[in-house]
């Protein structure tokens, strides 16, 4: 006589296209290009990779640590942002209908990296015009999205679809605020860590 498996542990059914997350991410077909074209698992990625590094070689500010650290809080700042204003009703379409998933991708790491940001501040090598170049991700990350679209016929976010926004004026609308809210992001950033820094070094030893 078979057995019947739950919904739950048919998780373990790896077959064809039917591939799904086993933590629960996903339900139904499981594309690993879609998956993986999502900011908020790029950015998770990055972040977990920066975190791992710095807890087995340590915080020591260095001009370089500080800039890759600030990129990690940076893209995970705009990450939660921008789920809370934009996507928060659409968890089945972002793969992450399991609450606890969804709640530490959009709500927990992102408090992580600003937290760790604040109690282990950069130094004084990491400044405005460095950080610019955090910029370069979220805009290849745009260019990307707006070439694979078409091709595939997917978006990973409604407002990256023309076919959801009004057409590309759509998307150029939003992808223009939250260009300017990424630049604004960026100043918060370097500016929270440098007055942070500045009272660590002010404080009395």
């Given at each position: 006589?078979?057995?019947?498996?739950?919904?739950?542990?048919?998780?373990?059914?790896?077959?064809?296209?039917?591939?799904?997350?086993?933590?629960?991410?996903?339900?139904?077909?499981?594309?690993?290009g879609n998956f993986f074209s999502f900011f908020t698992i790029e950015s998770n990625i990055f972040a977990a990779l920066v975190?791992?590094?710095?807890?087995?070689?340590?915080?020591?500010?260095?001009?370089?640590?500080?800039?890759?650290?600030?990129?990690?809080?940076?893209?995970?700042?705009?990450?939660?942002?921008?789920?809370?204003?934009?996507?928060?009703?659409?968890?089945?379409?972002?793969?992450?209908?399991?609450?606890?998933?969804?709640?530490?991708?959009?709500?927990?790491?992102?408090?992580?990296?600003?937290?760790?940001?604040?109690?282990?501040?950069?130094?004084?090598?990491?400044?405005?015009?460095?950080?610019?170049?955090?910029?370069?991700?979220?805009?290849?990350?745009?260019?990307?999205?707006?070439?694979?679209?078409?091709?595939?016929?997917?978006?990973?976010?409604?407002?990256?679809?023309?076919?959801?926004?009004?057409?590309?004026?759509?998307?150029?609308?939003?992808?223009?605020?939250?260009?300017?809210?990424?630049?604004?992001?960026?100043?918060?950033?370097?500016?929270?860590?440098?007055?942070?820094?500045?009272?660590?070094?002010?404080?009395?030893?």
């Amino acid at each position: 006589m078979g057995t019947r498996l739950s919904p739950r542990l048919r998780a373990a059914d790896l077959r064809g296209d039917r591939l799904p997350v086993i933590v629960g991410v996903a339900r139904g077909p499981f594309d690993v290009g879609n998956f993986f074209s999502f900011f908020t698992i790029e950015s998770n990625i990055f972040a977990a990779l920066v975190l791992l590094v710095t807890a087995l070689i340590g915080d020591t500010p260095s001009p370089r640590r500080d800039l890759i650290r600030g990129a990690a809080v940076a893209y995970m700042a705009t990450t939660g942002v921008v789920y809370g204003l934009l996507l928060s009703g659409y968890t089945d379409a972002l793969q992450t209908p399991v609450p606890w998933v969804n709640n530490v991708l959009h709500r927990l790491i992102p408090l992580v990296l600003v937290t760790d940001w604040l109690l282990a501040p950069p130094g004084r090598g990491l400044t405005y015009r460095r950080a610019l170049v955090w910029m370069v991700f979220p805009l290849a990350y745009l260019v990307y999205s707006l070439v694979r679209g078409p091709i595939v016929g997917w978006y990973p976010y409604p407002f990256l679809d023309p076919g959801k926004v009004g057409g590309y004026p759509g998307v150029a609308l939003y992808a223009v605020g939250i260009t300017l809210g990424f630049f604004l992001f960026v100043w918060l950033i370097v500016a929270l860590g440098q007055r942070v820094r500045l009272r660590v070094e002010a404080a009395p030893a």
